[in-house]
């Protein structure tokens, strides 16, 4: 039989027995992910190429076994006398033939559950981490996982999203302090409903022909001055304002142009 992991989407061949031990669940080895195994369980593989194994729906009624292949016979029902300890007397008898009786759990049936239990959160929590990023963005989840974070004091990681970035204002000025240098302050909106990383700012300077006179790429760290800041990054749903300094190209320069990588 085969099955393949829903996260590298690697196929693995294996023996009925791998299923028993954590009920259907395996570990890839290639990217350790967790995941049930009876989703994609198939006798064949499918003519290549292919990219995917065909995913089972695990939530539906138990199937009727109809093709037995051993049934005991009725007469060899037999059940201890009571009170006898001999065991050398006792016969078995076939399930179906026995007695209605209540049935008993089996031993240590909590030991299972526990650890299916514990394989179903660490797989939940891998998941949670490999689609962190779509989770923090979700204008839904996004909100919650924040408050949920901040109560237990646990930060969020920052999701970039450049197009959520909106330059508001923009004002080029000579530099008070440097000869041949110029100042630039650019007013900022994050517009997304999550923190995210400081951008990479490009900054062209062009002509009145478009000609591109010069052009700059600044980093956080280069424009933001305090290092507990950019780790921060730029709040939710606010402003904020970046301060460049660049040598003054001359008076032919006329066109700014910002990008945010």
Known sequence: MYTQCP????????????????????????CNNVFQALGT???????????????????????????????????????VAPGQEDFSQLTFAPRFARDKRK???????????????????????????????????????????????HAMGCPLPLVQDTTQLKLLAREVTAHPKIPGALLITAHVRNDASFAQPYPVVSITLSDADGKRLAMRRFRPEEYVGDAATVARGLKAASDSVMVFEVQDPGQNAVNFEFAFE
């Open 7 to 30: 996260d590298c989407l690697t196929v693995y061949a294996l023996q009925a027995a791998a299923l028993v031990p954590a009920c259907g669940c395996v570990r890839c080895a290639h």
């Open 41 to 79: 369980l198939s006798e064949m593989l499918p003519p290549e190429p292919f990219r995917r194994l065909d995913e089972h729906a695990l939530d539906q009624e138990p199937t009727l076994l109809d093709q037995a292949v051993f049934r005991p016979p009725a007469e060899l029902v037999a059940e």
């Open 103 to 149: 049935p008993r759990r089996p031993r240590h049936w909590w030991g299972w559950t526990a650890i299916c239990t514990v394989l179903l959160l660490g797989l939940a929590g891998q998941l949670g981490w490999a689609k962190r990023e779509a989770l923090v963005a979700d204008p839904t989840i996004g909100p919650m996982l924040a408050s949920a974070c």
